[in-house]
């Protein structure tokens, strides 16, 4: 009778085991600018930080925003969302990366109403470095010193970035990965990328623009050293020069406003196809189109 009591008592305190370990991850986790990383994450019991949260969720699970409050870097290693919802949500930094995503390769990691701040020193805001997709979502960006979107990966990615404002760095979003596998594709549309040293530059890949502005950047609205660079709907206006390709580069054209550059296109060795509906004006050299015209 003993034993028999023995096995079941080791049977219950098994189950439990199992029931403790299933239940230490939750699909849905909860951030506080007044959390405590020592909680569970639950809403009533939220964490303090991103950081803090992200290894009591599970994979493609998500991370939301109860109130205002900074939440710290993080380095997602899965697929994962983190929502700041209707709230003010910063991820504040200095002298580091803001988001780094290090992701699987069929991993879809979704960033939505986030405040990205580097404060003056903070590296990059996301930095891509595997994962299948990342869509980033009505976030803004500020205080970076290289690239508020830099995307450095060495297998098929698909990056989105909707309705989003970066302001300064020394790139506002690029593709720095020069060699790898398969297609490396940015798709920005309703972006605002201002006062950075370059606006939208690729060294590999598509980057796919529409319904956006390029505005105020100090040296290049938009570089395409190697790849391609597809423009639409969108103005380019007030850079050091609007458009600009090098050899192994190309950019097309289609109802662009180039407006008040330095240079609105650049003449440094690569292609730029136009399909003629475009507007340049008070450019102080506007350049030209150099490639074949596209079919509208």
């Known amino acids: 009778m003993k034993r028999f009591l023995k096995i079941v008592q080791l ?14 991850q939750s699909t849905r986790t909860w951030v506080s600018g007044v ?21 009591k969720t599970v994979a493609a699970g998500e991370i939301s925003v109860l109130d205002p409050g900074g939440f710290g870097g993080v380095t997602i290693t899965k697929a994962m969302t983190l929502s700041g919802g209707g709230e003010l949500a910063s991820i504040l930094v200095s002298g580091t990366n803001g988001v780094v995503i290090n992701a699987g390769s069929t991993d879809t990691v979704v960033l939505r109403n986030l405040e990205f701040s580097g404060i003056g020193s903070g590296i990059s805001g996301v930095m891509i470095l595997s994962a299948g ?3 980033i979502d009505h ?19 698909y990056v989105s970035v909707l309705d989003s404002v970066m302001t300064g760095g020394a790139i506002g979003v690029s593709i720095d990965s020069t060699s790898g596998p398969g297609p490396v594709v940015a798709f920005l549309k309703n972006v605002t ?5 370059v606006g939208v530059q690729t060294k590999r890949g598509v980057v796919d623009i529409t ?14 050293s190697v790849g391609y ?42 292609s730029v196809q136009s399909a003629a509906n475009n507007l340049s004006a008070g450019n ?13």
């Open 11 to 24: 049977s219950v305190l098994v189950a439990f085991g199992f029931a403790t370990t299933a239940h230490a």
């Open 35 to 55: 959390g405590d990383d020592a909680n569970p994450c639950s809403r009533t019991a939220p964490c303090k930080t991103f950081a803090g949260a992200i290894s």
């Open 133 to 135: 997709k990342v869509i």
């Open 139 to 157: 976030c803004t960006f500020d205080g970076f010193t290289t690239d508020n979107v830099e995307i450095d990966v060495t297998t098929p990615t």
């Open 193 to 197: 990328i201002q006062g950075a040293n």
């Open 211 to 224: 319904h956006s502005n390029i505005q105020s950047n100090k040296t290049y609205g938009v570089y395409a």
């Open 229 to 270: 660079i597809d423009l639409a709907d969108s103005a380019v206006a007030l850079n050091g020069t609007g458009i600009q390709t090098s050899a192994g580069g190309a950019v097309t054209l289609s109802n662009v406003s180039i407006l008040n550059n330095g240079i609105g296109i650049g003449s440094g060795g690569g």
């Open 284 to 296: 102080t050299t506007p350049g030209a189109p150099n490639g074949a015209a596209l079919v509208q």
